[in-house]
């Protein structure tokens, strides 16, 4: 039987609140690097997804992309990679619920 997923999740709305620079420095447990107002990088300039060093955060358009691997999304995508989530709904879930650590914008 198919697991039927009921409760509705507004992907927009959980990404038009919640901010990507401070989910990632959550996440990764390391304070970030702000390179102007446009971009920011993990304080040890690692990408968490491989060896490289071109992890970007980009806060105007709130994505991240690496410049090595090519890892690129949202903060939804990036929670369900890091987190290893079963989907992306349930990393949305966690970010709804407040499960990062981090807080909506108010
Ligand atoms: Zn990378």
Do not use: W
């Not at 980009?58 to 992309?65: A, G, K, N, T």
């Not at 691997?69 to 709804?96: P, Q």
């Amino acid at each position: 039987m198919k697991n039927v997923k009921c409760m509705k999740v507004n992907f927009n709305e959980i990404k038009s609140s919640i901010d990507l620079a401070a989910t990632i420095a959550a996440i990764e447990g390391q304070p970030l690097v702000y390179h102007g107002e446009k971009r920011a990088y993990l304080d040890d300039k690692s990408c968490p997804f491989c060896p490289g060093s071109g992890f970007t955060i980009h806060l105007d358009s709130q994505h991240y992309h690496c410049y090595s691997c090519e890892a690129h999304g949202d903060v939804i995508d990036y929670v369900f990679y890091a987190e290893n989530t079963v989907d992306r709904y349930e990393a949305a879930l966690m970010l709804r619920d407040g499960k990062i650590g981090v807080a909506c914008f108010s």
